[in-house]
């Protein structure tokens, strides 16, 4: 990719119909925490009109009601009005849960079984997983995908608070961004698409939307005379949720992740408990790339792990800093090696995973955020890492890894 170029990230609403399937499939996995920290889940839901199913393979000491937890996350989110088609008392729930298959149970539990090399906990799966961060925000994440889960945000806040009546639970933001030498200097384009009230002028949505929100949310000096803004641009937005399309878990993997910036493996997160590497190992990517990035041994860094089912090491670990290394990639995947366990159990037991925190990562991205239960987002393996990485390997490193220690030290002073 050219240093110049502009990038663009969409965030999605509570309200939206595949962000409503994840909530309850969530609220579902947080359930069966609260109850049996041990539980198999991966609950997928459906939703459509005035249905909801929810379906998939639980395997839980938990007893729980299915309907309560979905009408209750329902309800959350803000589909209680009279006018709703999708209402979170009237919606009709349909049961499709089964338990956890027993051959991929047995890959995954800490057990010998025939046919299993090892007695371990493995992965509950195959696949590829990707961590991604870079210096852009205080969160170290890309700045496109952050701006727009903050115009969601600001957004639901204003809607959930009743001070604006006409505002509907659906929406969706898109944000744009340019960049000049890889840095973020201005935002060229801003979305917004707001569910609403039948009675509203779109001249009012519009107005609000960029005086209430985009201006008293993004950074000023990001947005110019240039910045052009698209305000619910089909002019309605009346029919929203799964009233107006099909609602799927793990239909928003982008927006769960990095907007675009950095790869991504493909597996969706909501609704599977941590033995699912699809979601722990994306979680203990972030974790790991944003040490990295925090510790100053690179602006930017993605790192990717590969799982077979049943088997509890990585088939393979792959570090990319993208150029901007202080070091070689080499010897910084081989100082994450030597710092961080990938092995599912491991990545449970350095995450603190078996708790009912997932409902938390739901909306607006799983990454950059600051509450304390979300563990990978802590850098607090910079030290440990600057200190692993061997100066003896490159000639350049010592004077580098001082150099990086101070960035890194500077940019904590700013941003907390």
């Given at each position: 990719m050219?240093?110049n170029?502009?990038?663009?990230?969409?965030?999605v609403?509570e309200?939206?119909?595949?962000?409503?399937?994840?909530?309850i499939?969530?609220?579902?996995l947080?359930a069966?925490l609260a109850?049996?920290?041990h539980?198999?889940?991966?609950?997928?839901?459906?939703a459509?009109?005035?249905?909801v199913?929810?379906g998939?393979?639980?395997?839980t000491?938990?007893?729980?009601?299915f309907?309560?937890?979905?009408?209750?996350a329902?309800r959350?989110i803000g589909?209680?009005?009279?006018?709703?088609v999708f209402h979170a008392d009237?919606v009709?729930?349909?049961n499709?849960?089964?338990?956890?298959?027993?051959?991929?149970?047995q890959?995954?539990?800490a057990r010998?079984?025939?046919?299993k090399?090892?007695?371990?906990?493995?992965?509950?799966?195959?696949?590829?997983m990707?961590?991604?961060?870079c210096?852009?925000?205080p969160?170290?994440?890309?700045?496109?995908?952050?701006?727009?889960h903050?115009?969601?945000?600001?957004?639901t806040?204003?809607?959930?608070?009743g001070k604006v009546k006409?505002l509907?639970p659906?929406?969706?933001s898109q944000?744009?961004?340019?960049y000049v030498?890889?840095?973020p200097?201005?935002?060229?384009?801003?979305?917004?698409s707001?569910q609403?009230?039948?009675?509203?002028e779109?001249?009012?949505?519009q107005?609000?939307?960029i005086?209430e929100?985009?201006?008293?949310?993004?950074?000023?000096?990001?947005?110019?005379?240039?910045?052009?803004?698209l305000?619910?641009?089909t002019?309605r937005?009346?029919?929203?949720?799964?009233?107006?399309?099909?609602?799927?878990?793990?239909?928003k993997?982008?927006?769960?992740?990095y907007?675009g910036?950095?790869?991504?493996?493909?597996?969706?997160?909501?609704?599977?408990?941590?033995?699912?590497?699809?979601?722990?190992?994306?979680?203990?990517?972030?974790?790991?790339a944003k040490?990295?990035?925090a510790?100053?041994?690179?602006?930017?860094?993605?790192?990717?792990?590969?799982?077979?089912?049943?088997y509890?090491d990585?088939?393979?670990?792959?570090v990319n800093?993208?150029?901007t290394?202080v070091?070689?990639?080499?010897e910084?995947?081989?100082?994450v090696c030597?710092?961080?366990?990938?092995?599912p159990a491991?990545?449970i037991?350095?995450?603190?995973?078996?708790r009912?925190?997932?409902?938390?990562?739901?909306?607006y991205g799983?990454f950059g955020?600051?509450?304390?239960?979300?563990?990978?987002?802590k850098?607090d393996?910079t030290d440990v890492?600057?200190?692993?990485?061997?100066?003896?390997?490159s000639?350049?490193a010592a004077?580098t890894?001082?150099k990086?220690a101070?960035?890194?030290?500077?940019?904590?002073a700013?941003t907390?």
């Amino acid at each position: 990719m050219s240093k110049n170029f502009i990038f663009s990230s969409e965030s999605v609403g509570e309200g939206h119909p595949d962000k409503v399937c994840d909530t309850i499939s969530d609220a579902v996995l947080d359930a069966c925490l609260a109850q049996d920290r041990h539980s198999r889940v991966a609950c997928e839901t459906y939703a459509k009109c005035n249905l909801v199913v929810v379906g998939g393979e639980i395997t839980t000491r938990a007893k729980l009601d299915f309907s309560a937890i979905a009408r209750g996350a329902i309800r959350e989110i803000g589909y209680v009005n009279e006018d709703d088609v999708f209402h979170a008392d009237r919606v009709l729930i349909m049961n499709a849960i089964t338990s956890q298959s027993p051959d991929i149970a047995q890959g995954v539990d800490a057990r010998k079984a025939k046919g299993k090399e090892t007695a371990e906990q493995g992965a509950g799966d195959q696949g590829l997983m990707f961590g991604y961060a870079c210096n852009e925000t205080p969160e170290l994440m890309p700045a496109p995908i952050m701006y727009a889960h903050q115009l969601g945000r600001a957004l639901t806040k204003i809607r959930k608070s009743g001070k604006v009546k006409w505002l509907r639970p659906d929406a969706k933001s898109q944000v744009s961004v340019r960049y000049v030498n890889d840095q973020p200097v201005a935002i060229t384009n801003i979305v917004i698409s707001t569910q609403h009230s039948d009675d509203v002028e779109h001249g009012t949505i519009q107005e609000f939307c960029i005086e209430e929100v985009i201006r008293k949310t993004l950074p000023k000096h990001l947005l110019t005379k240039e910045t052009k803004y698209l305000i619910n641009p089909t002019g309605r937005f009346v029919v929203g949720g799964p009233q107006g399309d099909t609602g799927l878990t793990g239909r928003k993997i982008i927006v769960d992740s990095y907007g675009g910036m950095g790869r991504h493996g493909g597996g969706a997160f909501s609704g599977k408990d941590p033995s699912k590497v699809d979601r722990s190992a994306a979680y203990m990517g972030r974790y790991v790339a944003k040490n990295i990035v925090a510790a100053g041994l690179a602006t930017s860094a993605e790192i990717q792990f590969a799982y077979a089912i049943g088997y509890p090491d990585p088939v393979s670990v792959c570090v990319n800093t993208f150029g901007t290394g202080v070091v070689s990639d080499e010897e910084i995947e081989r100082a994450v090696c030597e710092v961080f366990s990938f092995k599912p159990a491991d990545i449970i037991r350095q995450l603190n995973l078996l708790r009912p925190i997932y409902l938390k990562t739901t909306n607006y991205g799983h990454f950059g955020k600051t509450d304390p239960d979300i563990t990978w987002e802590k850098a607090d393996k910079t030290d440990v890492l600057r200190k692993a990485v061997s100066p003896a390997r490159s000639p350049v490193a010592a004077v580098t890894l001082n150099k990086a220690a101070a960035i890194a030290k500077g940019r904590s002073a700013r941003t907390v």
